[in-house]
């Protein structure tokens, strides 16, 4: 099973910045939060990720709290085409390898 | 570089039927693995190779066999097609980075599949 919970929908207005919110309270120390999202029904797309420490590249910033219980994806200037799911996911240790197990992630709607 | 790409794009099948989605990638990712997305859920891990000659089953193997006989390629057998099988197949490739899990992982567009 996922161990990351999200909320099933937001909405949020263009232009402004769109946090998407994640639990993983059973993460352990050396699991790393992955964010991707799919566009309508194609291949998902890599956001960002990191371990403890907040990250940011060109399409977004992490935010993990100190716990690493939770985490925040912040799309800073939300555009009509960032509407898409979004998934929060935590890597899982099956079988001697990281692997990542994804839940139904969150249906962020950008509205004008 | 084209990235990952996935044939066919669309098949549908009858029951009983057998059948291969090809997946091939051009980086040199050690990392190849298969998924298959159901209607409003996420992408549920099927089988996944960390390189030539070496795989290993995910969430849900059963009713498929993967080989990895080249770095580029990963292909999904179907052995005997059933209706619960029709999804939507997405392969996936990355680098394998040390200390991390899967890297960023890079999709094709999707197989999608139906069975009669």
């Known amino acids: 099973d996922a161990k990351t919970t999200q909320p099933t929908s937001m909405d949020c207005a263009e232009g402004r910045a769109a946090n998407l919110p994640c639990n993983h309270s059973?993460?352990?120390?050396?699991?790393?939060v992955y964010w991707y999202r799919q566009i309508h029904s194609q291949g998902p797309q890599y956001i960002i990720h990191?371990?403890?420490?907040?990250e940011t590249n060109e399409m977004a910033s992490l935010i993990i709290t100190e716990d690493r219980k939770s985490s925040t994806l912040i799309l800073p200037h939300a555009t009509l085409r960032d509407t898409a799911v979004y998934y929060c996911i935590v890597s899982d240790y099956m079988d001697s390898n990281y692997q990542l197990i994804w839940g139904a992630g969150t249906k962020l709607i950008i509205k004008p | 570089n084209a990235g990952v790409t996935q044939t066919p794009k669309f098949q549908v099948l009858k029951t009983g039927q057998s059948m291969t989605l090809q997946c091939a990638q051009d980086?040199?990712?050690?990392?190849m693995s298969w998924y298959r997305q159901d209607p409003g859920m996420g992408l549920r891990l099927i089988h996944y190779?960390?390189?030539?000659?070496?795989?290993d089953q995910g969430e849900v193997p059963n009713g498929y066999n993967v080989s990895r006989s080249t770095t580029e390629d990963f292909p999904l057998r179907l052995l005997s097609a059933a209706p619960s099988q029709t999804s939507v197949y997405f392969c996936?490739?990355?680098?394998?980075?040390?200390?991390?899990?899967?890297?960023?992982?890079?999709f094709g567009e999707g197989s999608r599949l139906t069975v009669l």
């Open positions: 190779s960390v390189g030539a000659g070496i795989t």
């Open positions: 996936a490739s990355s680098h394998r980075l040390a200390g991390d899990t899967t890297g960023e992982l890079f």
């Open positions: 059973t993460i352990s120390g050396n699991e790393y």
């Open positions: 980086m040199n990712h050690e990392y």
């Open positions: 990191g371990l403890k420490n907040n």
